[in-house]
Nanobody, 121 residues
Framework: QVQLVESGGGLVQAGGSLRLSCAAS????????MGWYRQAPGKQRELVASITSGDNINYADSVRGRFTISRANAKNTVDLQMNSLKPEDTAVYYCNAIFLRAWYSKSETSWGQGTRVTVSS
């Protein structure tokens, strides 16, 4: 079983910053992609940012220039630095990993339990 444990959510005023962290553990040979998604009330889950093992990074247009994703491959961790937060960033943020259990296995996906971010105006 592969587990993703998130931390760092909370309540912050508009314009403030938060840093989310996610650590993967379990039967992992390699992680190809780690990322952060979010789901606001009444909305679908959406990609916020992702980073590959080769450091290719993708951001949602709504967060580009404000959020920064980083990854420590050796530690199977991924962080999301969120600056200049807006009320519309309020959501539950989920960590995601696409990984291999062995070099010959197929890719699998794991999700964290989610951490709530609330930005007050």
């Amino acid at each position: 079983q592969v587990q993703l444990v998130e931390s760092g959510g909370g309540l912050v005023q508009a314009g403030g910053s938060l840093r989310l962290s996610c650590a993967a553990s379990g039967s992992i040979f390699s992680i190809t992609v780690m990322g952060w998604y979010r789901q606001a009330p009444g909305k679908q889950r959406e990609l916020v940012a992702s980073i590959t093992s080769g450091d290719n990074i993708n951001y949602a247009d709504s967060v580009r220039g404000r959020f920064t994703i980083s990854r420590a491959n050796a530690k199977n961790t991924v962080d999301l630095q969120m600056n200049s937060l807006k009320p519309e960033d309020t959501a539950v943020y989920y960590c995601n990993a696409i990984f291999l259990r062995a070099w010959y296995s197929k890719s699998e996906t794991s999700w964290g339990q989610g951490t709530r971010v609330t930005v007050s105006s």
